[in-house]
């Protein structure tokens, strides 16, 4: 992984210089995020899209997939999504994770997701988020089988999409 300073900004160039360098590079900020994994999920759905600001998705493609992309916060073991409640049911067709433990994006469907995933309220913050081990593996050290982190982490294993970014 680059270091790298990301501000509110980047442009083609900048884009090009990373592509360039055959390095990868994790961008967990927002809109940025949002914009640097559009070409992976056009690929992935295979039509193009479009970055939009609307209430419960972040990517509409052509062919009427609405996905709501989420950049997963990486602690020592586990990697989180927030505000993934019913505030987002029904509003989109698909998930998309960016995972910087995996340097990978899962994409899983919706309805399997809201099926399948064990959230957890989050007092401080007042909203849903949901969890999965870093490293996404389901064995060794630290691996609590059953948990909720667990279970989420095989749900993505076993039903998810992963493109990998590497």
Not at 113 to 135: E, G, H, P, Q, R
Not at 149 to 155: C, D, I, P, S, V
Request: aromatic content about 10%.
């Amino acid at each position: 992984m680059l270091p790298v300073y990301i501000s509110n900004h980047i442009n083609d160039d900048m884009i090009n210089q990373f592509v360039a360098s055959g390095e990868s590079l994790v961008v967990n900020a927002g809109i940025i995020s949002e914009q640097v994994v559009l070409p992976y999920l056009e690929k992935h759905f295979g039509c193009a899209g479009d970055r939009v600001d609307a209430d419960g998705y972040d990517h509409l493609f052509e062919n009427g997939i609405r996905n709501e992309h989420k950049k997963l916060a990486v602690r020592k073991t586990s990697a989180s999504a927030k505000n993934i409640g019913a505030n987002k049911q029904g509003k989109c067709d698909t998930f998309s994770f960016h995972h910087p433990g995996t340097d990978s994006i899962y994409i899983i469907e919706a309805n399997t997701f809201y099926n399948d995933a064990i959230l957890n309220y989050d007092k401080t913050s007042n909203c849903w988020d949901v969890n999965f081990y870093y490293d996404m593996q389901l064995k060794g050290k630290g691996k609590r089988i059953g948990c909720n982190a667990w279970k989420n982490t095989e749900m993505l294993l076993n039903k998810a999409s992963q493109i990998q970014l590497t």
